[in-house]
């Protein structure tokens, strides 16, 4: 619970006892790599914290799966559209490692943001800042070239080129592996 702590002490210190209750409603989990930790059809209850591992998140099909998304160490994720509305998500979550998180339920964090005045504020932060990154990544996805988004990918996320599967990186910037393939020889 310590990574959870400090991630909100960056943002705003904490009175102990606001620390208290918010920890309260945090439980630990562990998902065994490639574990599926969203299904698609499901409706997303719990908000988590990835204290160690890699989330992908991608739309399921039978010839290929399209990845959107990924989750590191000390970074909160859910299905979050699914979260919000209550309604069935579109899209899975997926251990690519094995991955340690806290989670919270929907009606316990409802419970937090009415009851201390710091969940209330790191609520919104937190969803702010995922917002900010959605809107970037779209942007990116209709201003720039497959390559520019790859290059990019060195600069601005380079956990992304290190610990995730080529497959999965195409995917993550719309081209096929083998189009991927022609760009890193470019590049080398």
Same mark, same amino acid.
């Given at each position: 619970?310590?990574?959870i702590r400090e991630y909100y002490e960056r943002i705003i210190k904490l009175?102990?006892?606001e620390w208290e209750f918010i920890a309260s409603h945090f439980d630990r989990r562990? *998902?065994?790599k490639n574990e599926v930790i969203t299904q698609r059809g499901e409706t997303e209850n719990y908000l988590f914290f990835v204290e160690t591992g890699i989330v992908r998140f991608y739309i399921?099909?039978?010839e290929n799966e399209l990845t *959107?998304?990924?989750c590191f160490d000390k970074e909160f994720t859910c299905a979050y559209n699914s979260f919000l509305t209550r309604t069935p998500s579109e899209y899975e979550l997926q251990a690519l490692a094995e991955t340690v998180v806290w989670q919270i339920s929907y009606d316990d964090l409802q419970k937090v943001y009415a009851e201390t005045k710091a969940g209330n504020y790191l609520g919104r932060f937190v969803s702010e800042k995922l917002f900010l990154q959605k809107s970037k990544r779209e942007l990116s996805?209709?201003?720039h070239t497959a390559k520019e988004r790859y290059l990019n990918l060195f600069n601005e996320q380079p956990d992304i080129?290190?610990?995730?599967?080529l497959k999965y990186v195409a995917s993550y910037i719309?081209?096929?592996p083998q189009a991927l393939s022609r760009i890193r020889r470019q590049i080398a």
């Open positions: 619970m310590g990574h009175q102990e006892t562990l *998902f065994a399921p099909h039978d *959107f998304n990924f996805l209709l201003k080129l290190k610990f995730i599967p719309g081209i096929t």
